[in-house]
């Protein structure tokens, strides 16, 4: 090997990579929750971020570890399939290495920790299938609560009510039904945030906001009830890819010259007054002239619109986008009952509202400042998925450590079946997931033995399948009654993220890094602690 590769082996390797990926987890243990605290994130150039969110708190921390990189991983997973669950995936990943790490100490060969984990795994998924409650995707109150569930873990300050419901109607608008199964695209959610006012004032807008301003001063700013037309073509005259030579020998060539481009604008311009459209988006750039133009005519227009706003702006207005003004045809003009200009602080941004069902709105949030509602973004996006996931599998668990509970119950006496030293690594795989009502109850201040001596009680009847931790009472309850609900989907991607990672880090027993493989000392740096955290600062307050 060249010089300078540090290279670390068999339970070294395994251990500093446990102990690293343990300390990650660690991180964001104390932000599970509804009583999680947030995080304050700060880059390099001082610029800070203020979370709960876990995705985002394992995305901005500049990770080196090549196995706490991994636990990045499972946040990233879990928030691009499913985007919510991030900290209890990483949370539960965590435990299951520290399981692991207290088998190996056992002897127990990592293949069998291995395959116990994939095991209860699959147990597991099963037991959840099994014991989830199927919803109706019109059950409003229902959709309501599991947006709620996910927004109360959020620092949105008493706004959680008007942003469920907010995300409830968004997704509701643009959900589709085919043979019975529903589809709902939360890319068809433009969810928009300009700082300013208060988060309750942020608003659903049957329509699509474009953050851009009416192209010319003299048109008008406001069209009640028009046709709008949407295209993708320069309103402008076509310069010429090679030098051409134009012999002009009278100043009337000129002129005239000068006329028939006038000419062509008109003729474009008038093809779309044509269709009767008293509004105008396009991809392309407008010739300032063909501008003065609409303008005498009367049309709001809005150039140079992104290729996404104008897909959206086709499916919320029920219009089609045309390659030229000829193709503008009637019937590809969609409907709006309001286009305006809107000012918001120095920015001028056009809503196009009210369309007729359409298929594609818009979430302007506002806030008190930048952080809040960048956080109320985040909030937000976390509770358009579940709600998403919610209409498109039918199907909700209990929330607040109940389905972990009732998992790690089920396990326990699975892993009974199991026998052999496979048995081991089952228990550890229900050990594991008792971490997560213990975190929910440890960050509301909750004694968590003795919530854990109270739930494993509960859980013994079947009729307390739903019962996880009231963070009010600090007693346990049931959050079925108490409306804390998940999407399964949620609850499944957790466990099919942290076992993924966790079994690929558990076969690795070789570590070989090669000098310039970044800053990072390696897994084995000092006290496996990431490279790249600020030392203690990640700590405060935990
Ligand atoms: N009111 C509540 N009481 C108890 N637990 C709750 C409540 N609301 C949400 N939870 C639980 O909090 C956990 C989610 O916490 P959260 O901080 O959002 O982490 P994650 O990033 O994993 O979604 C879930 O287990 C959820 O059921
Ligand atoms: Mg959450």
């Known amino acids: 090997m060249r010089e300078g590769t540090s290279r670390s082996r068999g339970r070294d390797a395994q251990r500093s990579n446990i102990m690293a990926a343990k300390v990650l987890a660690e991180v964001v243990r104390s932000t599970i929750g509804p009583r999680g ?8 150039i001082g610029d800070i971020t203020i979370t709960n969110d876990g995705a985002t708190i394992m995305k901005e921390m500049d990770v080196q570890n090549p196995a706490a990189k991994m636990l990045v991983e499972v946040a990233k997973t879990q928030d691009s399939e499913v985007g919510d669950g991030t900290t209890t ?51 409003q109150e229902q959709l309501k609560q599991i947006a709620l569930t996910s927004l109360n873990t959020k620092g949105i300050f008493g706004s959680q009510t008007h942003f469920a419901k907010l995300a409830v109607d968004a997704i509701r608008q643009v959900m589709e039904k085919h043979d019975g199964k529903v589809t709902a695209d939360i890319d068809l959610v433009k969810v928009m945030k ?88 396009t991809e392309k750039g407008v010739d300032d002239q063909a501008l003065s133009i609409l303008a005498k005519k009367g049309i709001l227009t809005v150039k140079n619109v992104s290729s996404g706003d104008m897909e959206k702006l086709a499916k919320a207005t029920g219009g089609a986008v045309v390659g030229t003004t000829r193709d503008l045809a009637k019937a590809s003009l969609g409907q709006a009952k309001l286009v305006e200009e809107v000012k918001i602080g120095d920015d001028k941004l056009v809503y196009v509202r009210e369309c007729k069902n359409p298929k594609a709105v818009t979430i302007m949030i506002r806030g008190g400042s930048e952080h809040v509602v960048d956080e109320a973004e985040r909030s937000l996006h976390d509770a358009l998925c579940v709600v998403r996931n919610a209409v498109e599998d039918g199907k909700v668990v209990g929330g607040g450590g109940a389905p972990e509970a009732e998992l790690a119950k089920r396990l326990k006496d699975y892993a009974v079946k199991v026998g052999g030293r496979e048995q081991l690594a089952v228990a550890a795989f229900a050990e594991a997931l008792e971490a997560i009502p213990v975190a929910i109850a440890h960050n509301a201040g909750i004694d968590p033995i003795d919530i854990m001596v109270e739930l494993r009680a509960k859980h013994h009847s079947p009729q307390n399948l739903w019962y996880g931790v009231n963070v009010s009472t600090g007693k346990t309850a049931d959050m079925w009654k108490m409306n804390i609900v998940e999407p399964l989907r949620v609850k499944k991607q957790v466990i099919k993220s942290a076992v993924e990672a966790v079994t690929m880090l558990l076969r690795v027993d070789d570590v070989i890094a090669s000098k310039g493989t970044g800053e990072g000392k390696g897994p084995s740096g000092p006290s496996g602690m990431p490279p790249g955290m600020p030392p203690g600062g990640m700590y405060g307050g935990m």
């Open 37 to 44: 605290m947030d995080k304050m994130l700060v880059m390099g």
């Open 194 to 281: 300009k700082h300013g006012r208060s988060l309750d004032e942020t608003e659903l807008v049957n329509g699509i906001i474009i953050d851009k301003e009416v192209a010319h001063s003299e048109m008008p700013k406001t069209v009640t009830g028009g046709g709008i037309a949407l295209l993708n073509a320069k309103l402008e005259i076509e310069k010429t890819e090679i030098d051409a030579k134009i012999n002009i020998n009278k100043p009337e060539d000129m002129y005239l010259f000068i006329q028939e481009e006038e000419n062509m604008l008109k003729e474009m311009v008038e093809e779309v007054a044509k269709t009767g459209a008293k509004v105008l988006f």
């Open 89 to 139: 995936a990483v949370v539960l990943a965590g435990e299951l290495l520290a399981g692991a790490e207290s088998l190996l100490d056992r002897d127990v060969h990592p293949n069998v920790i291995i395959d116990g984990y994939r095991d209860a795994a699959e147990k597991a998924q099963e037991i959840l299938e099994k014991i989830a409650v199927s919803i109706k995707p019109d059950d």
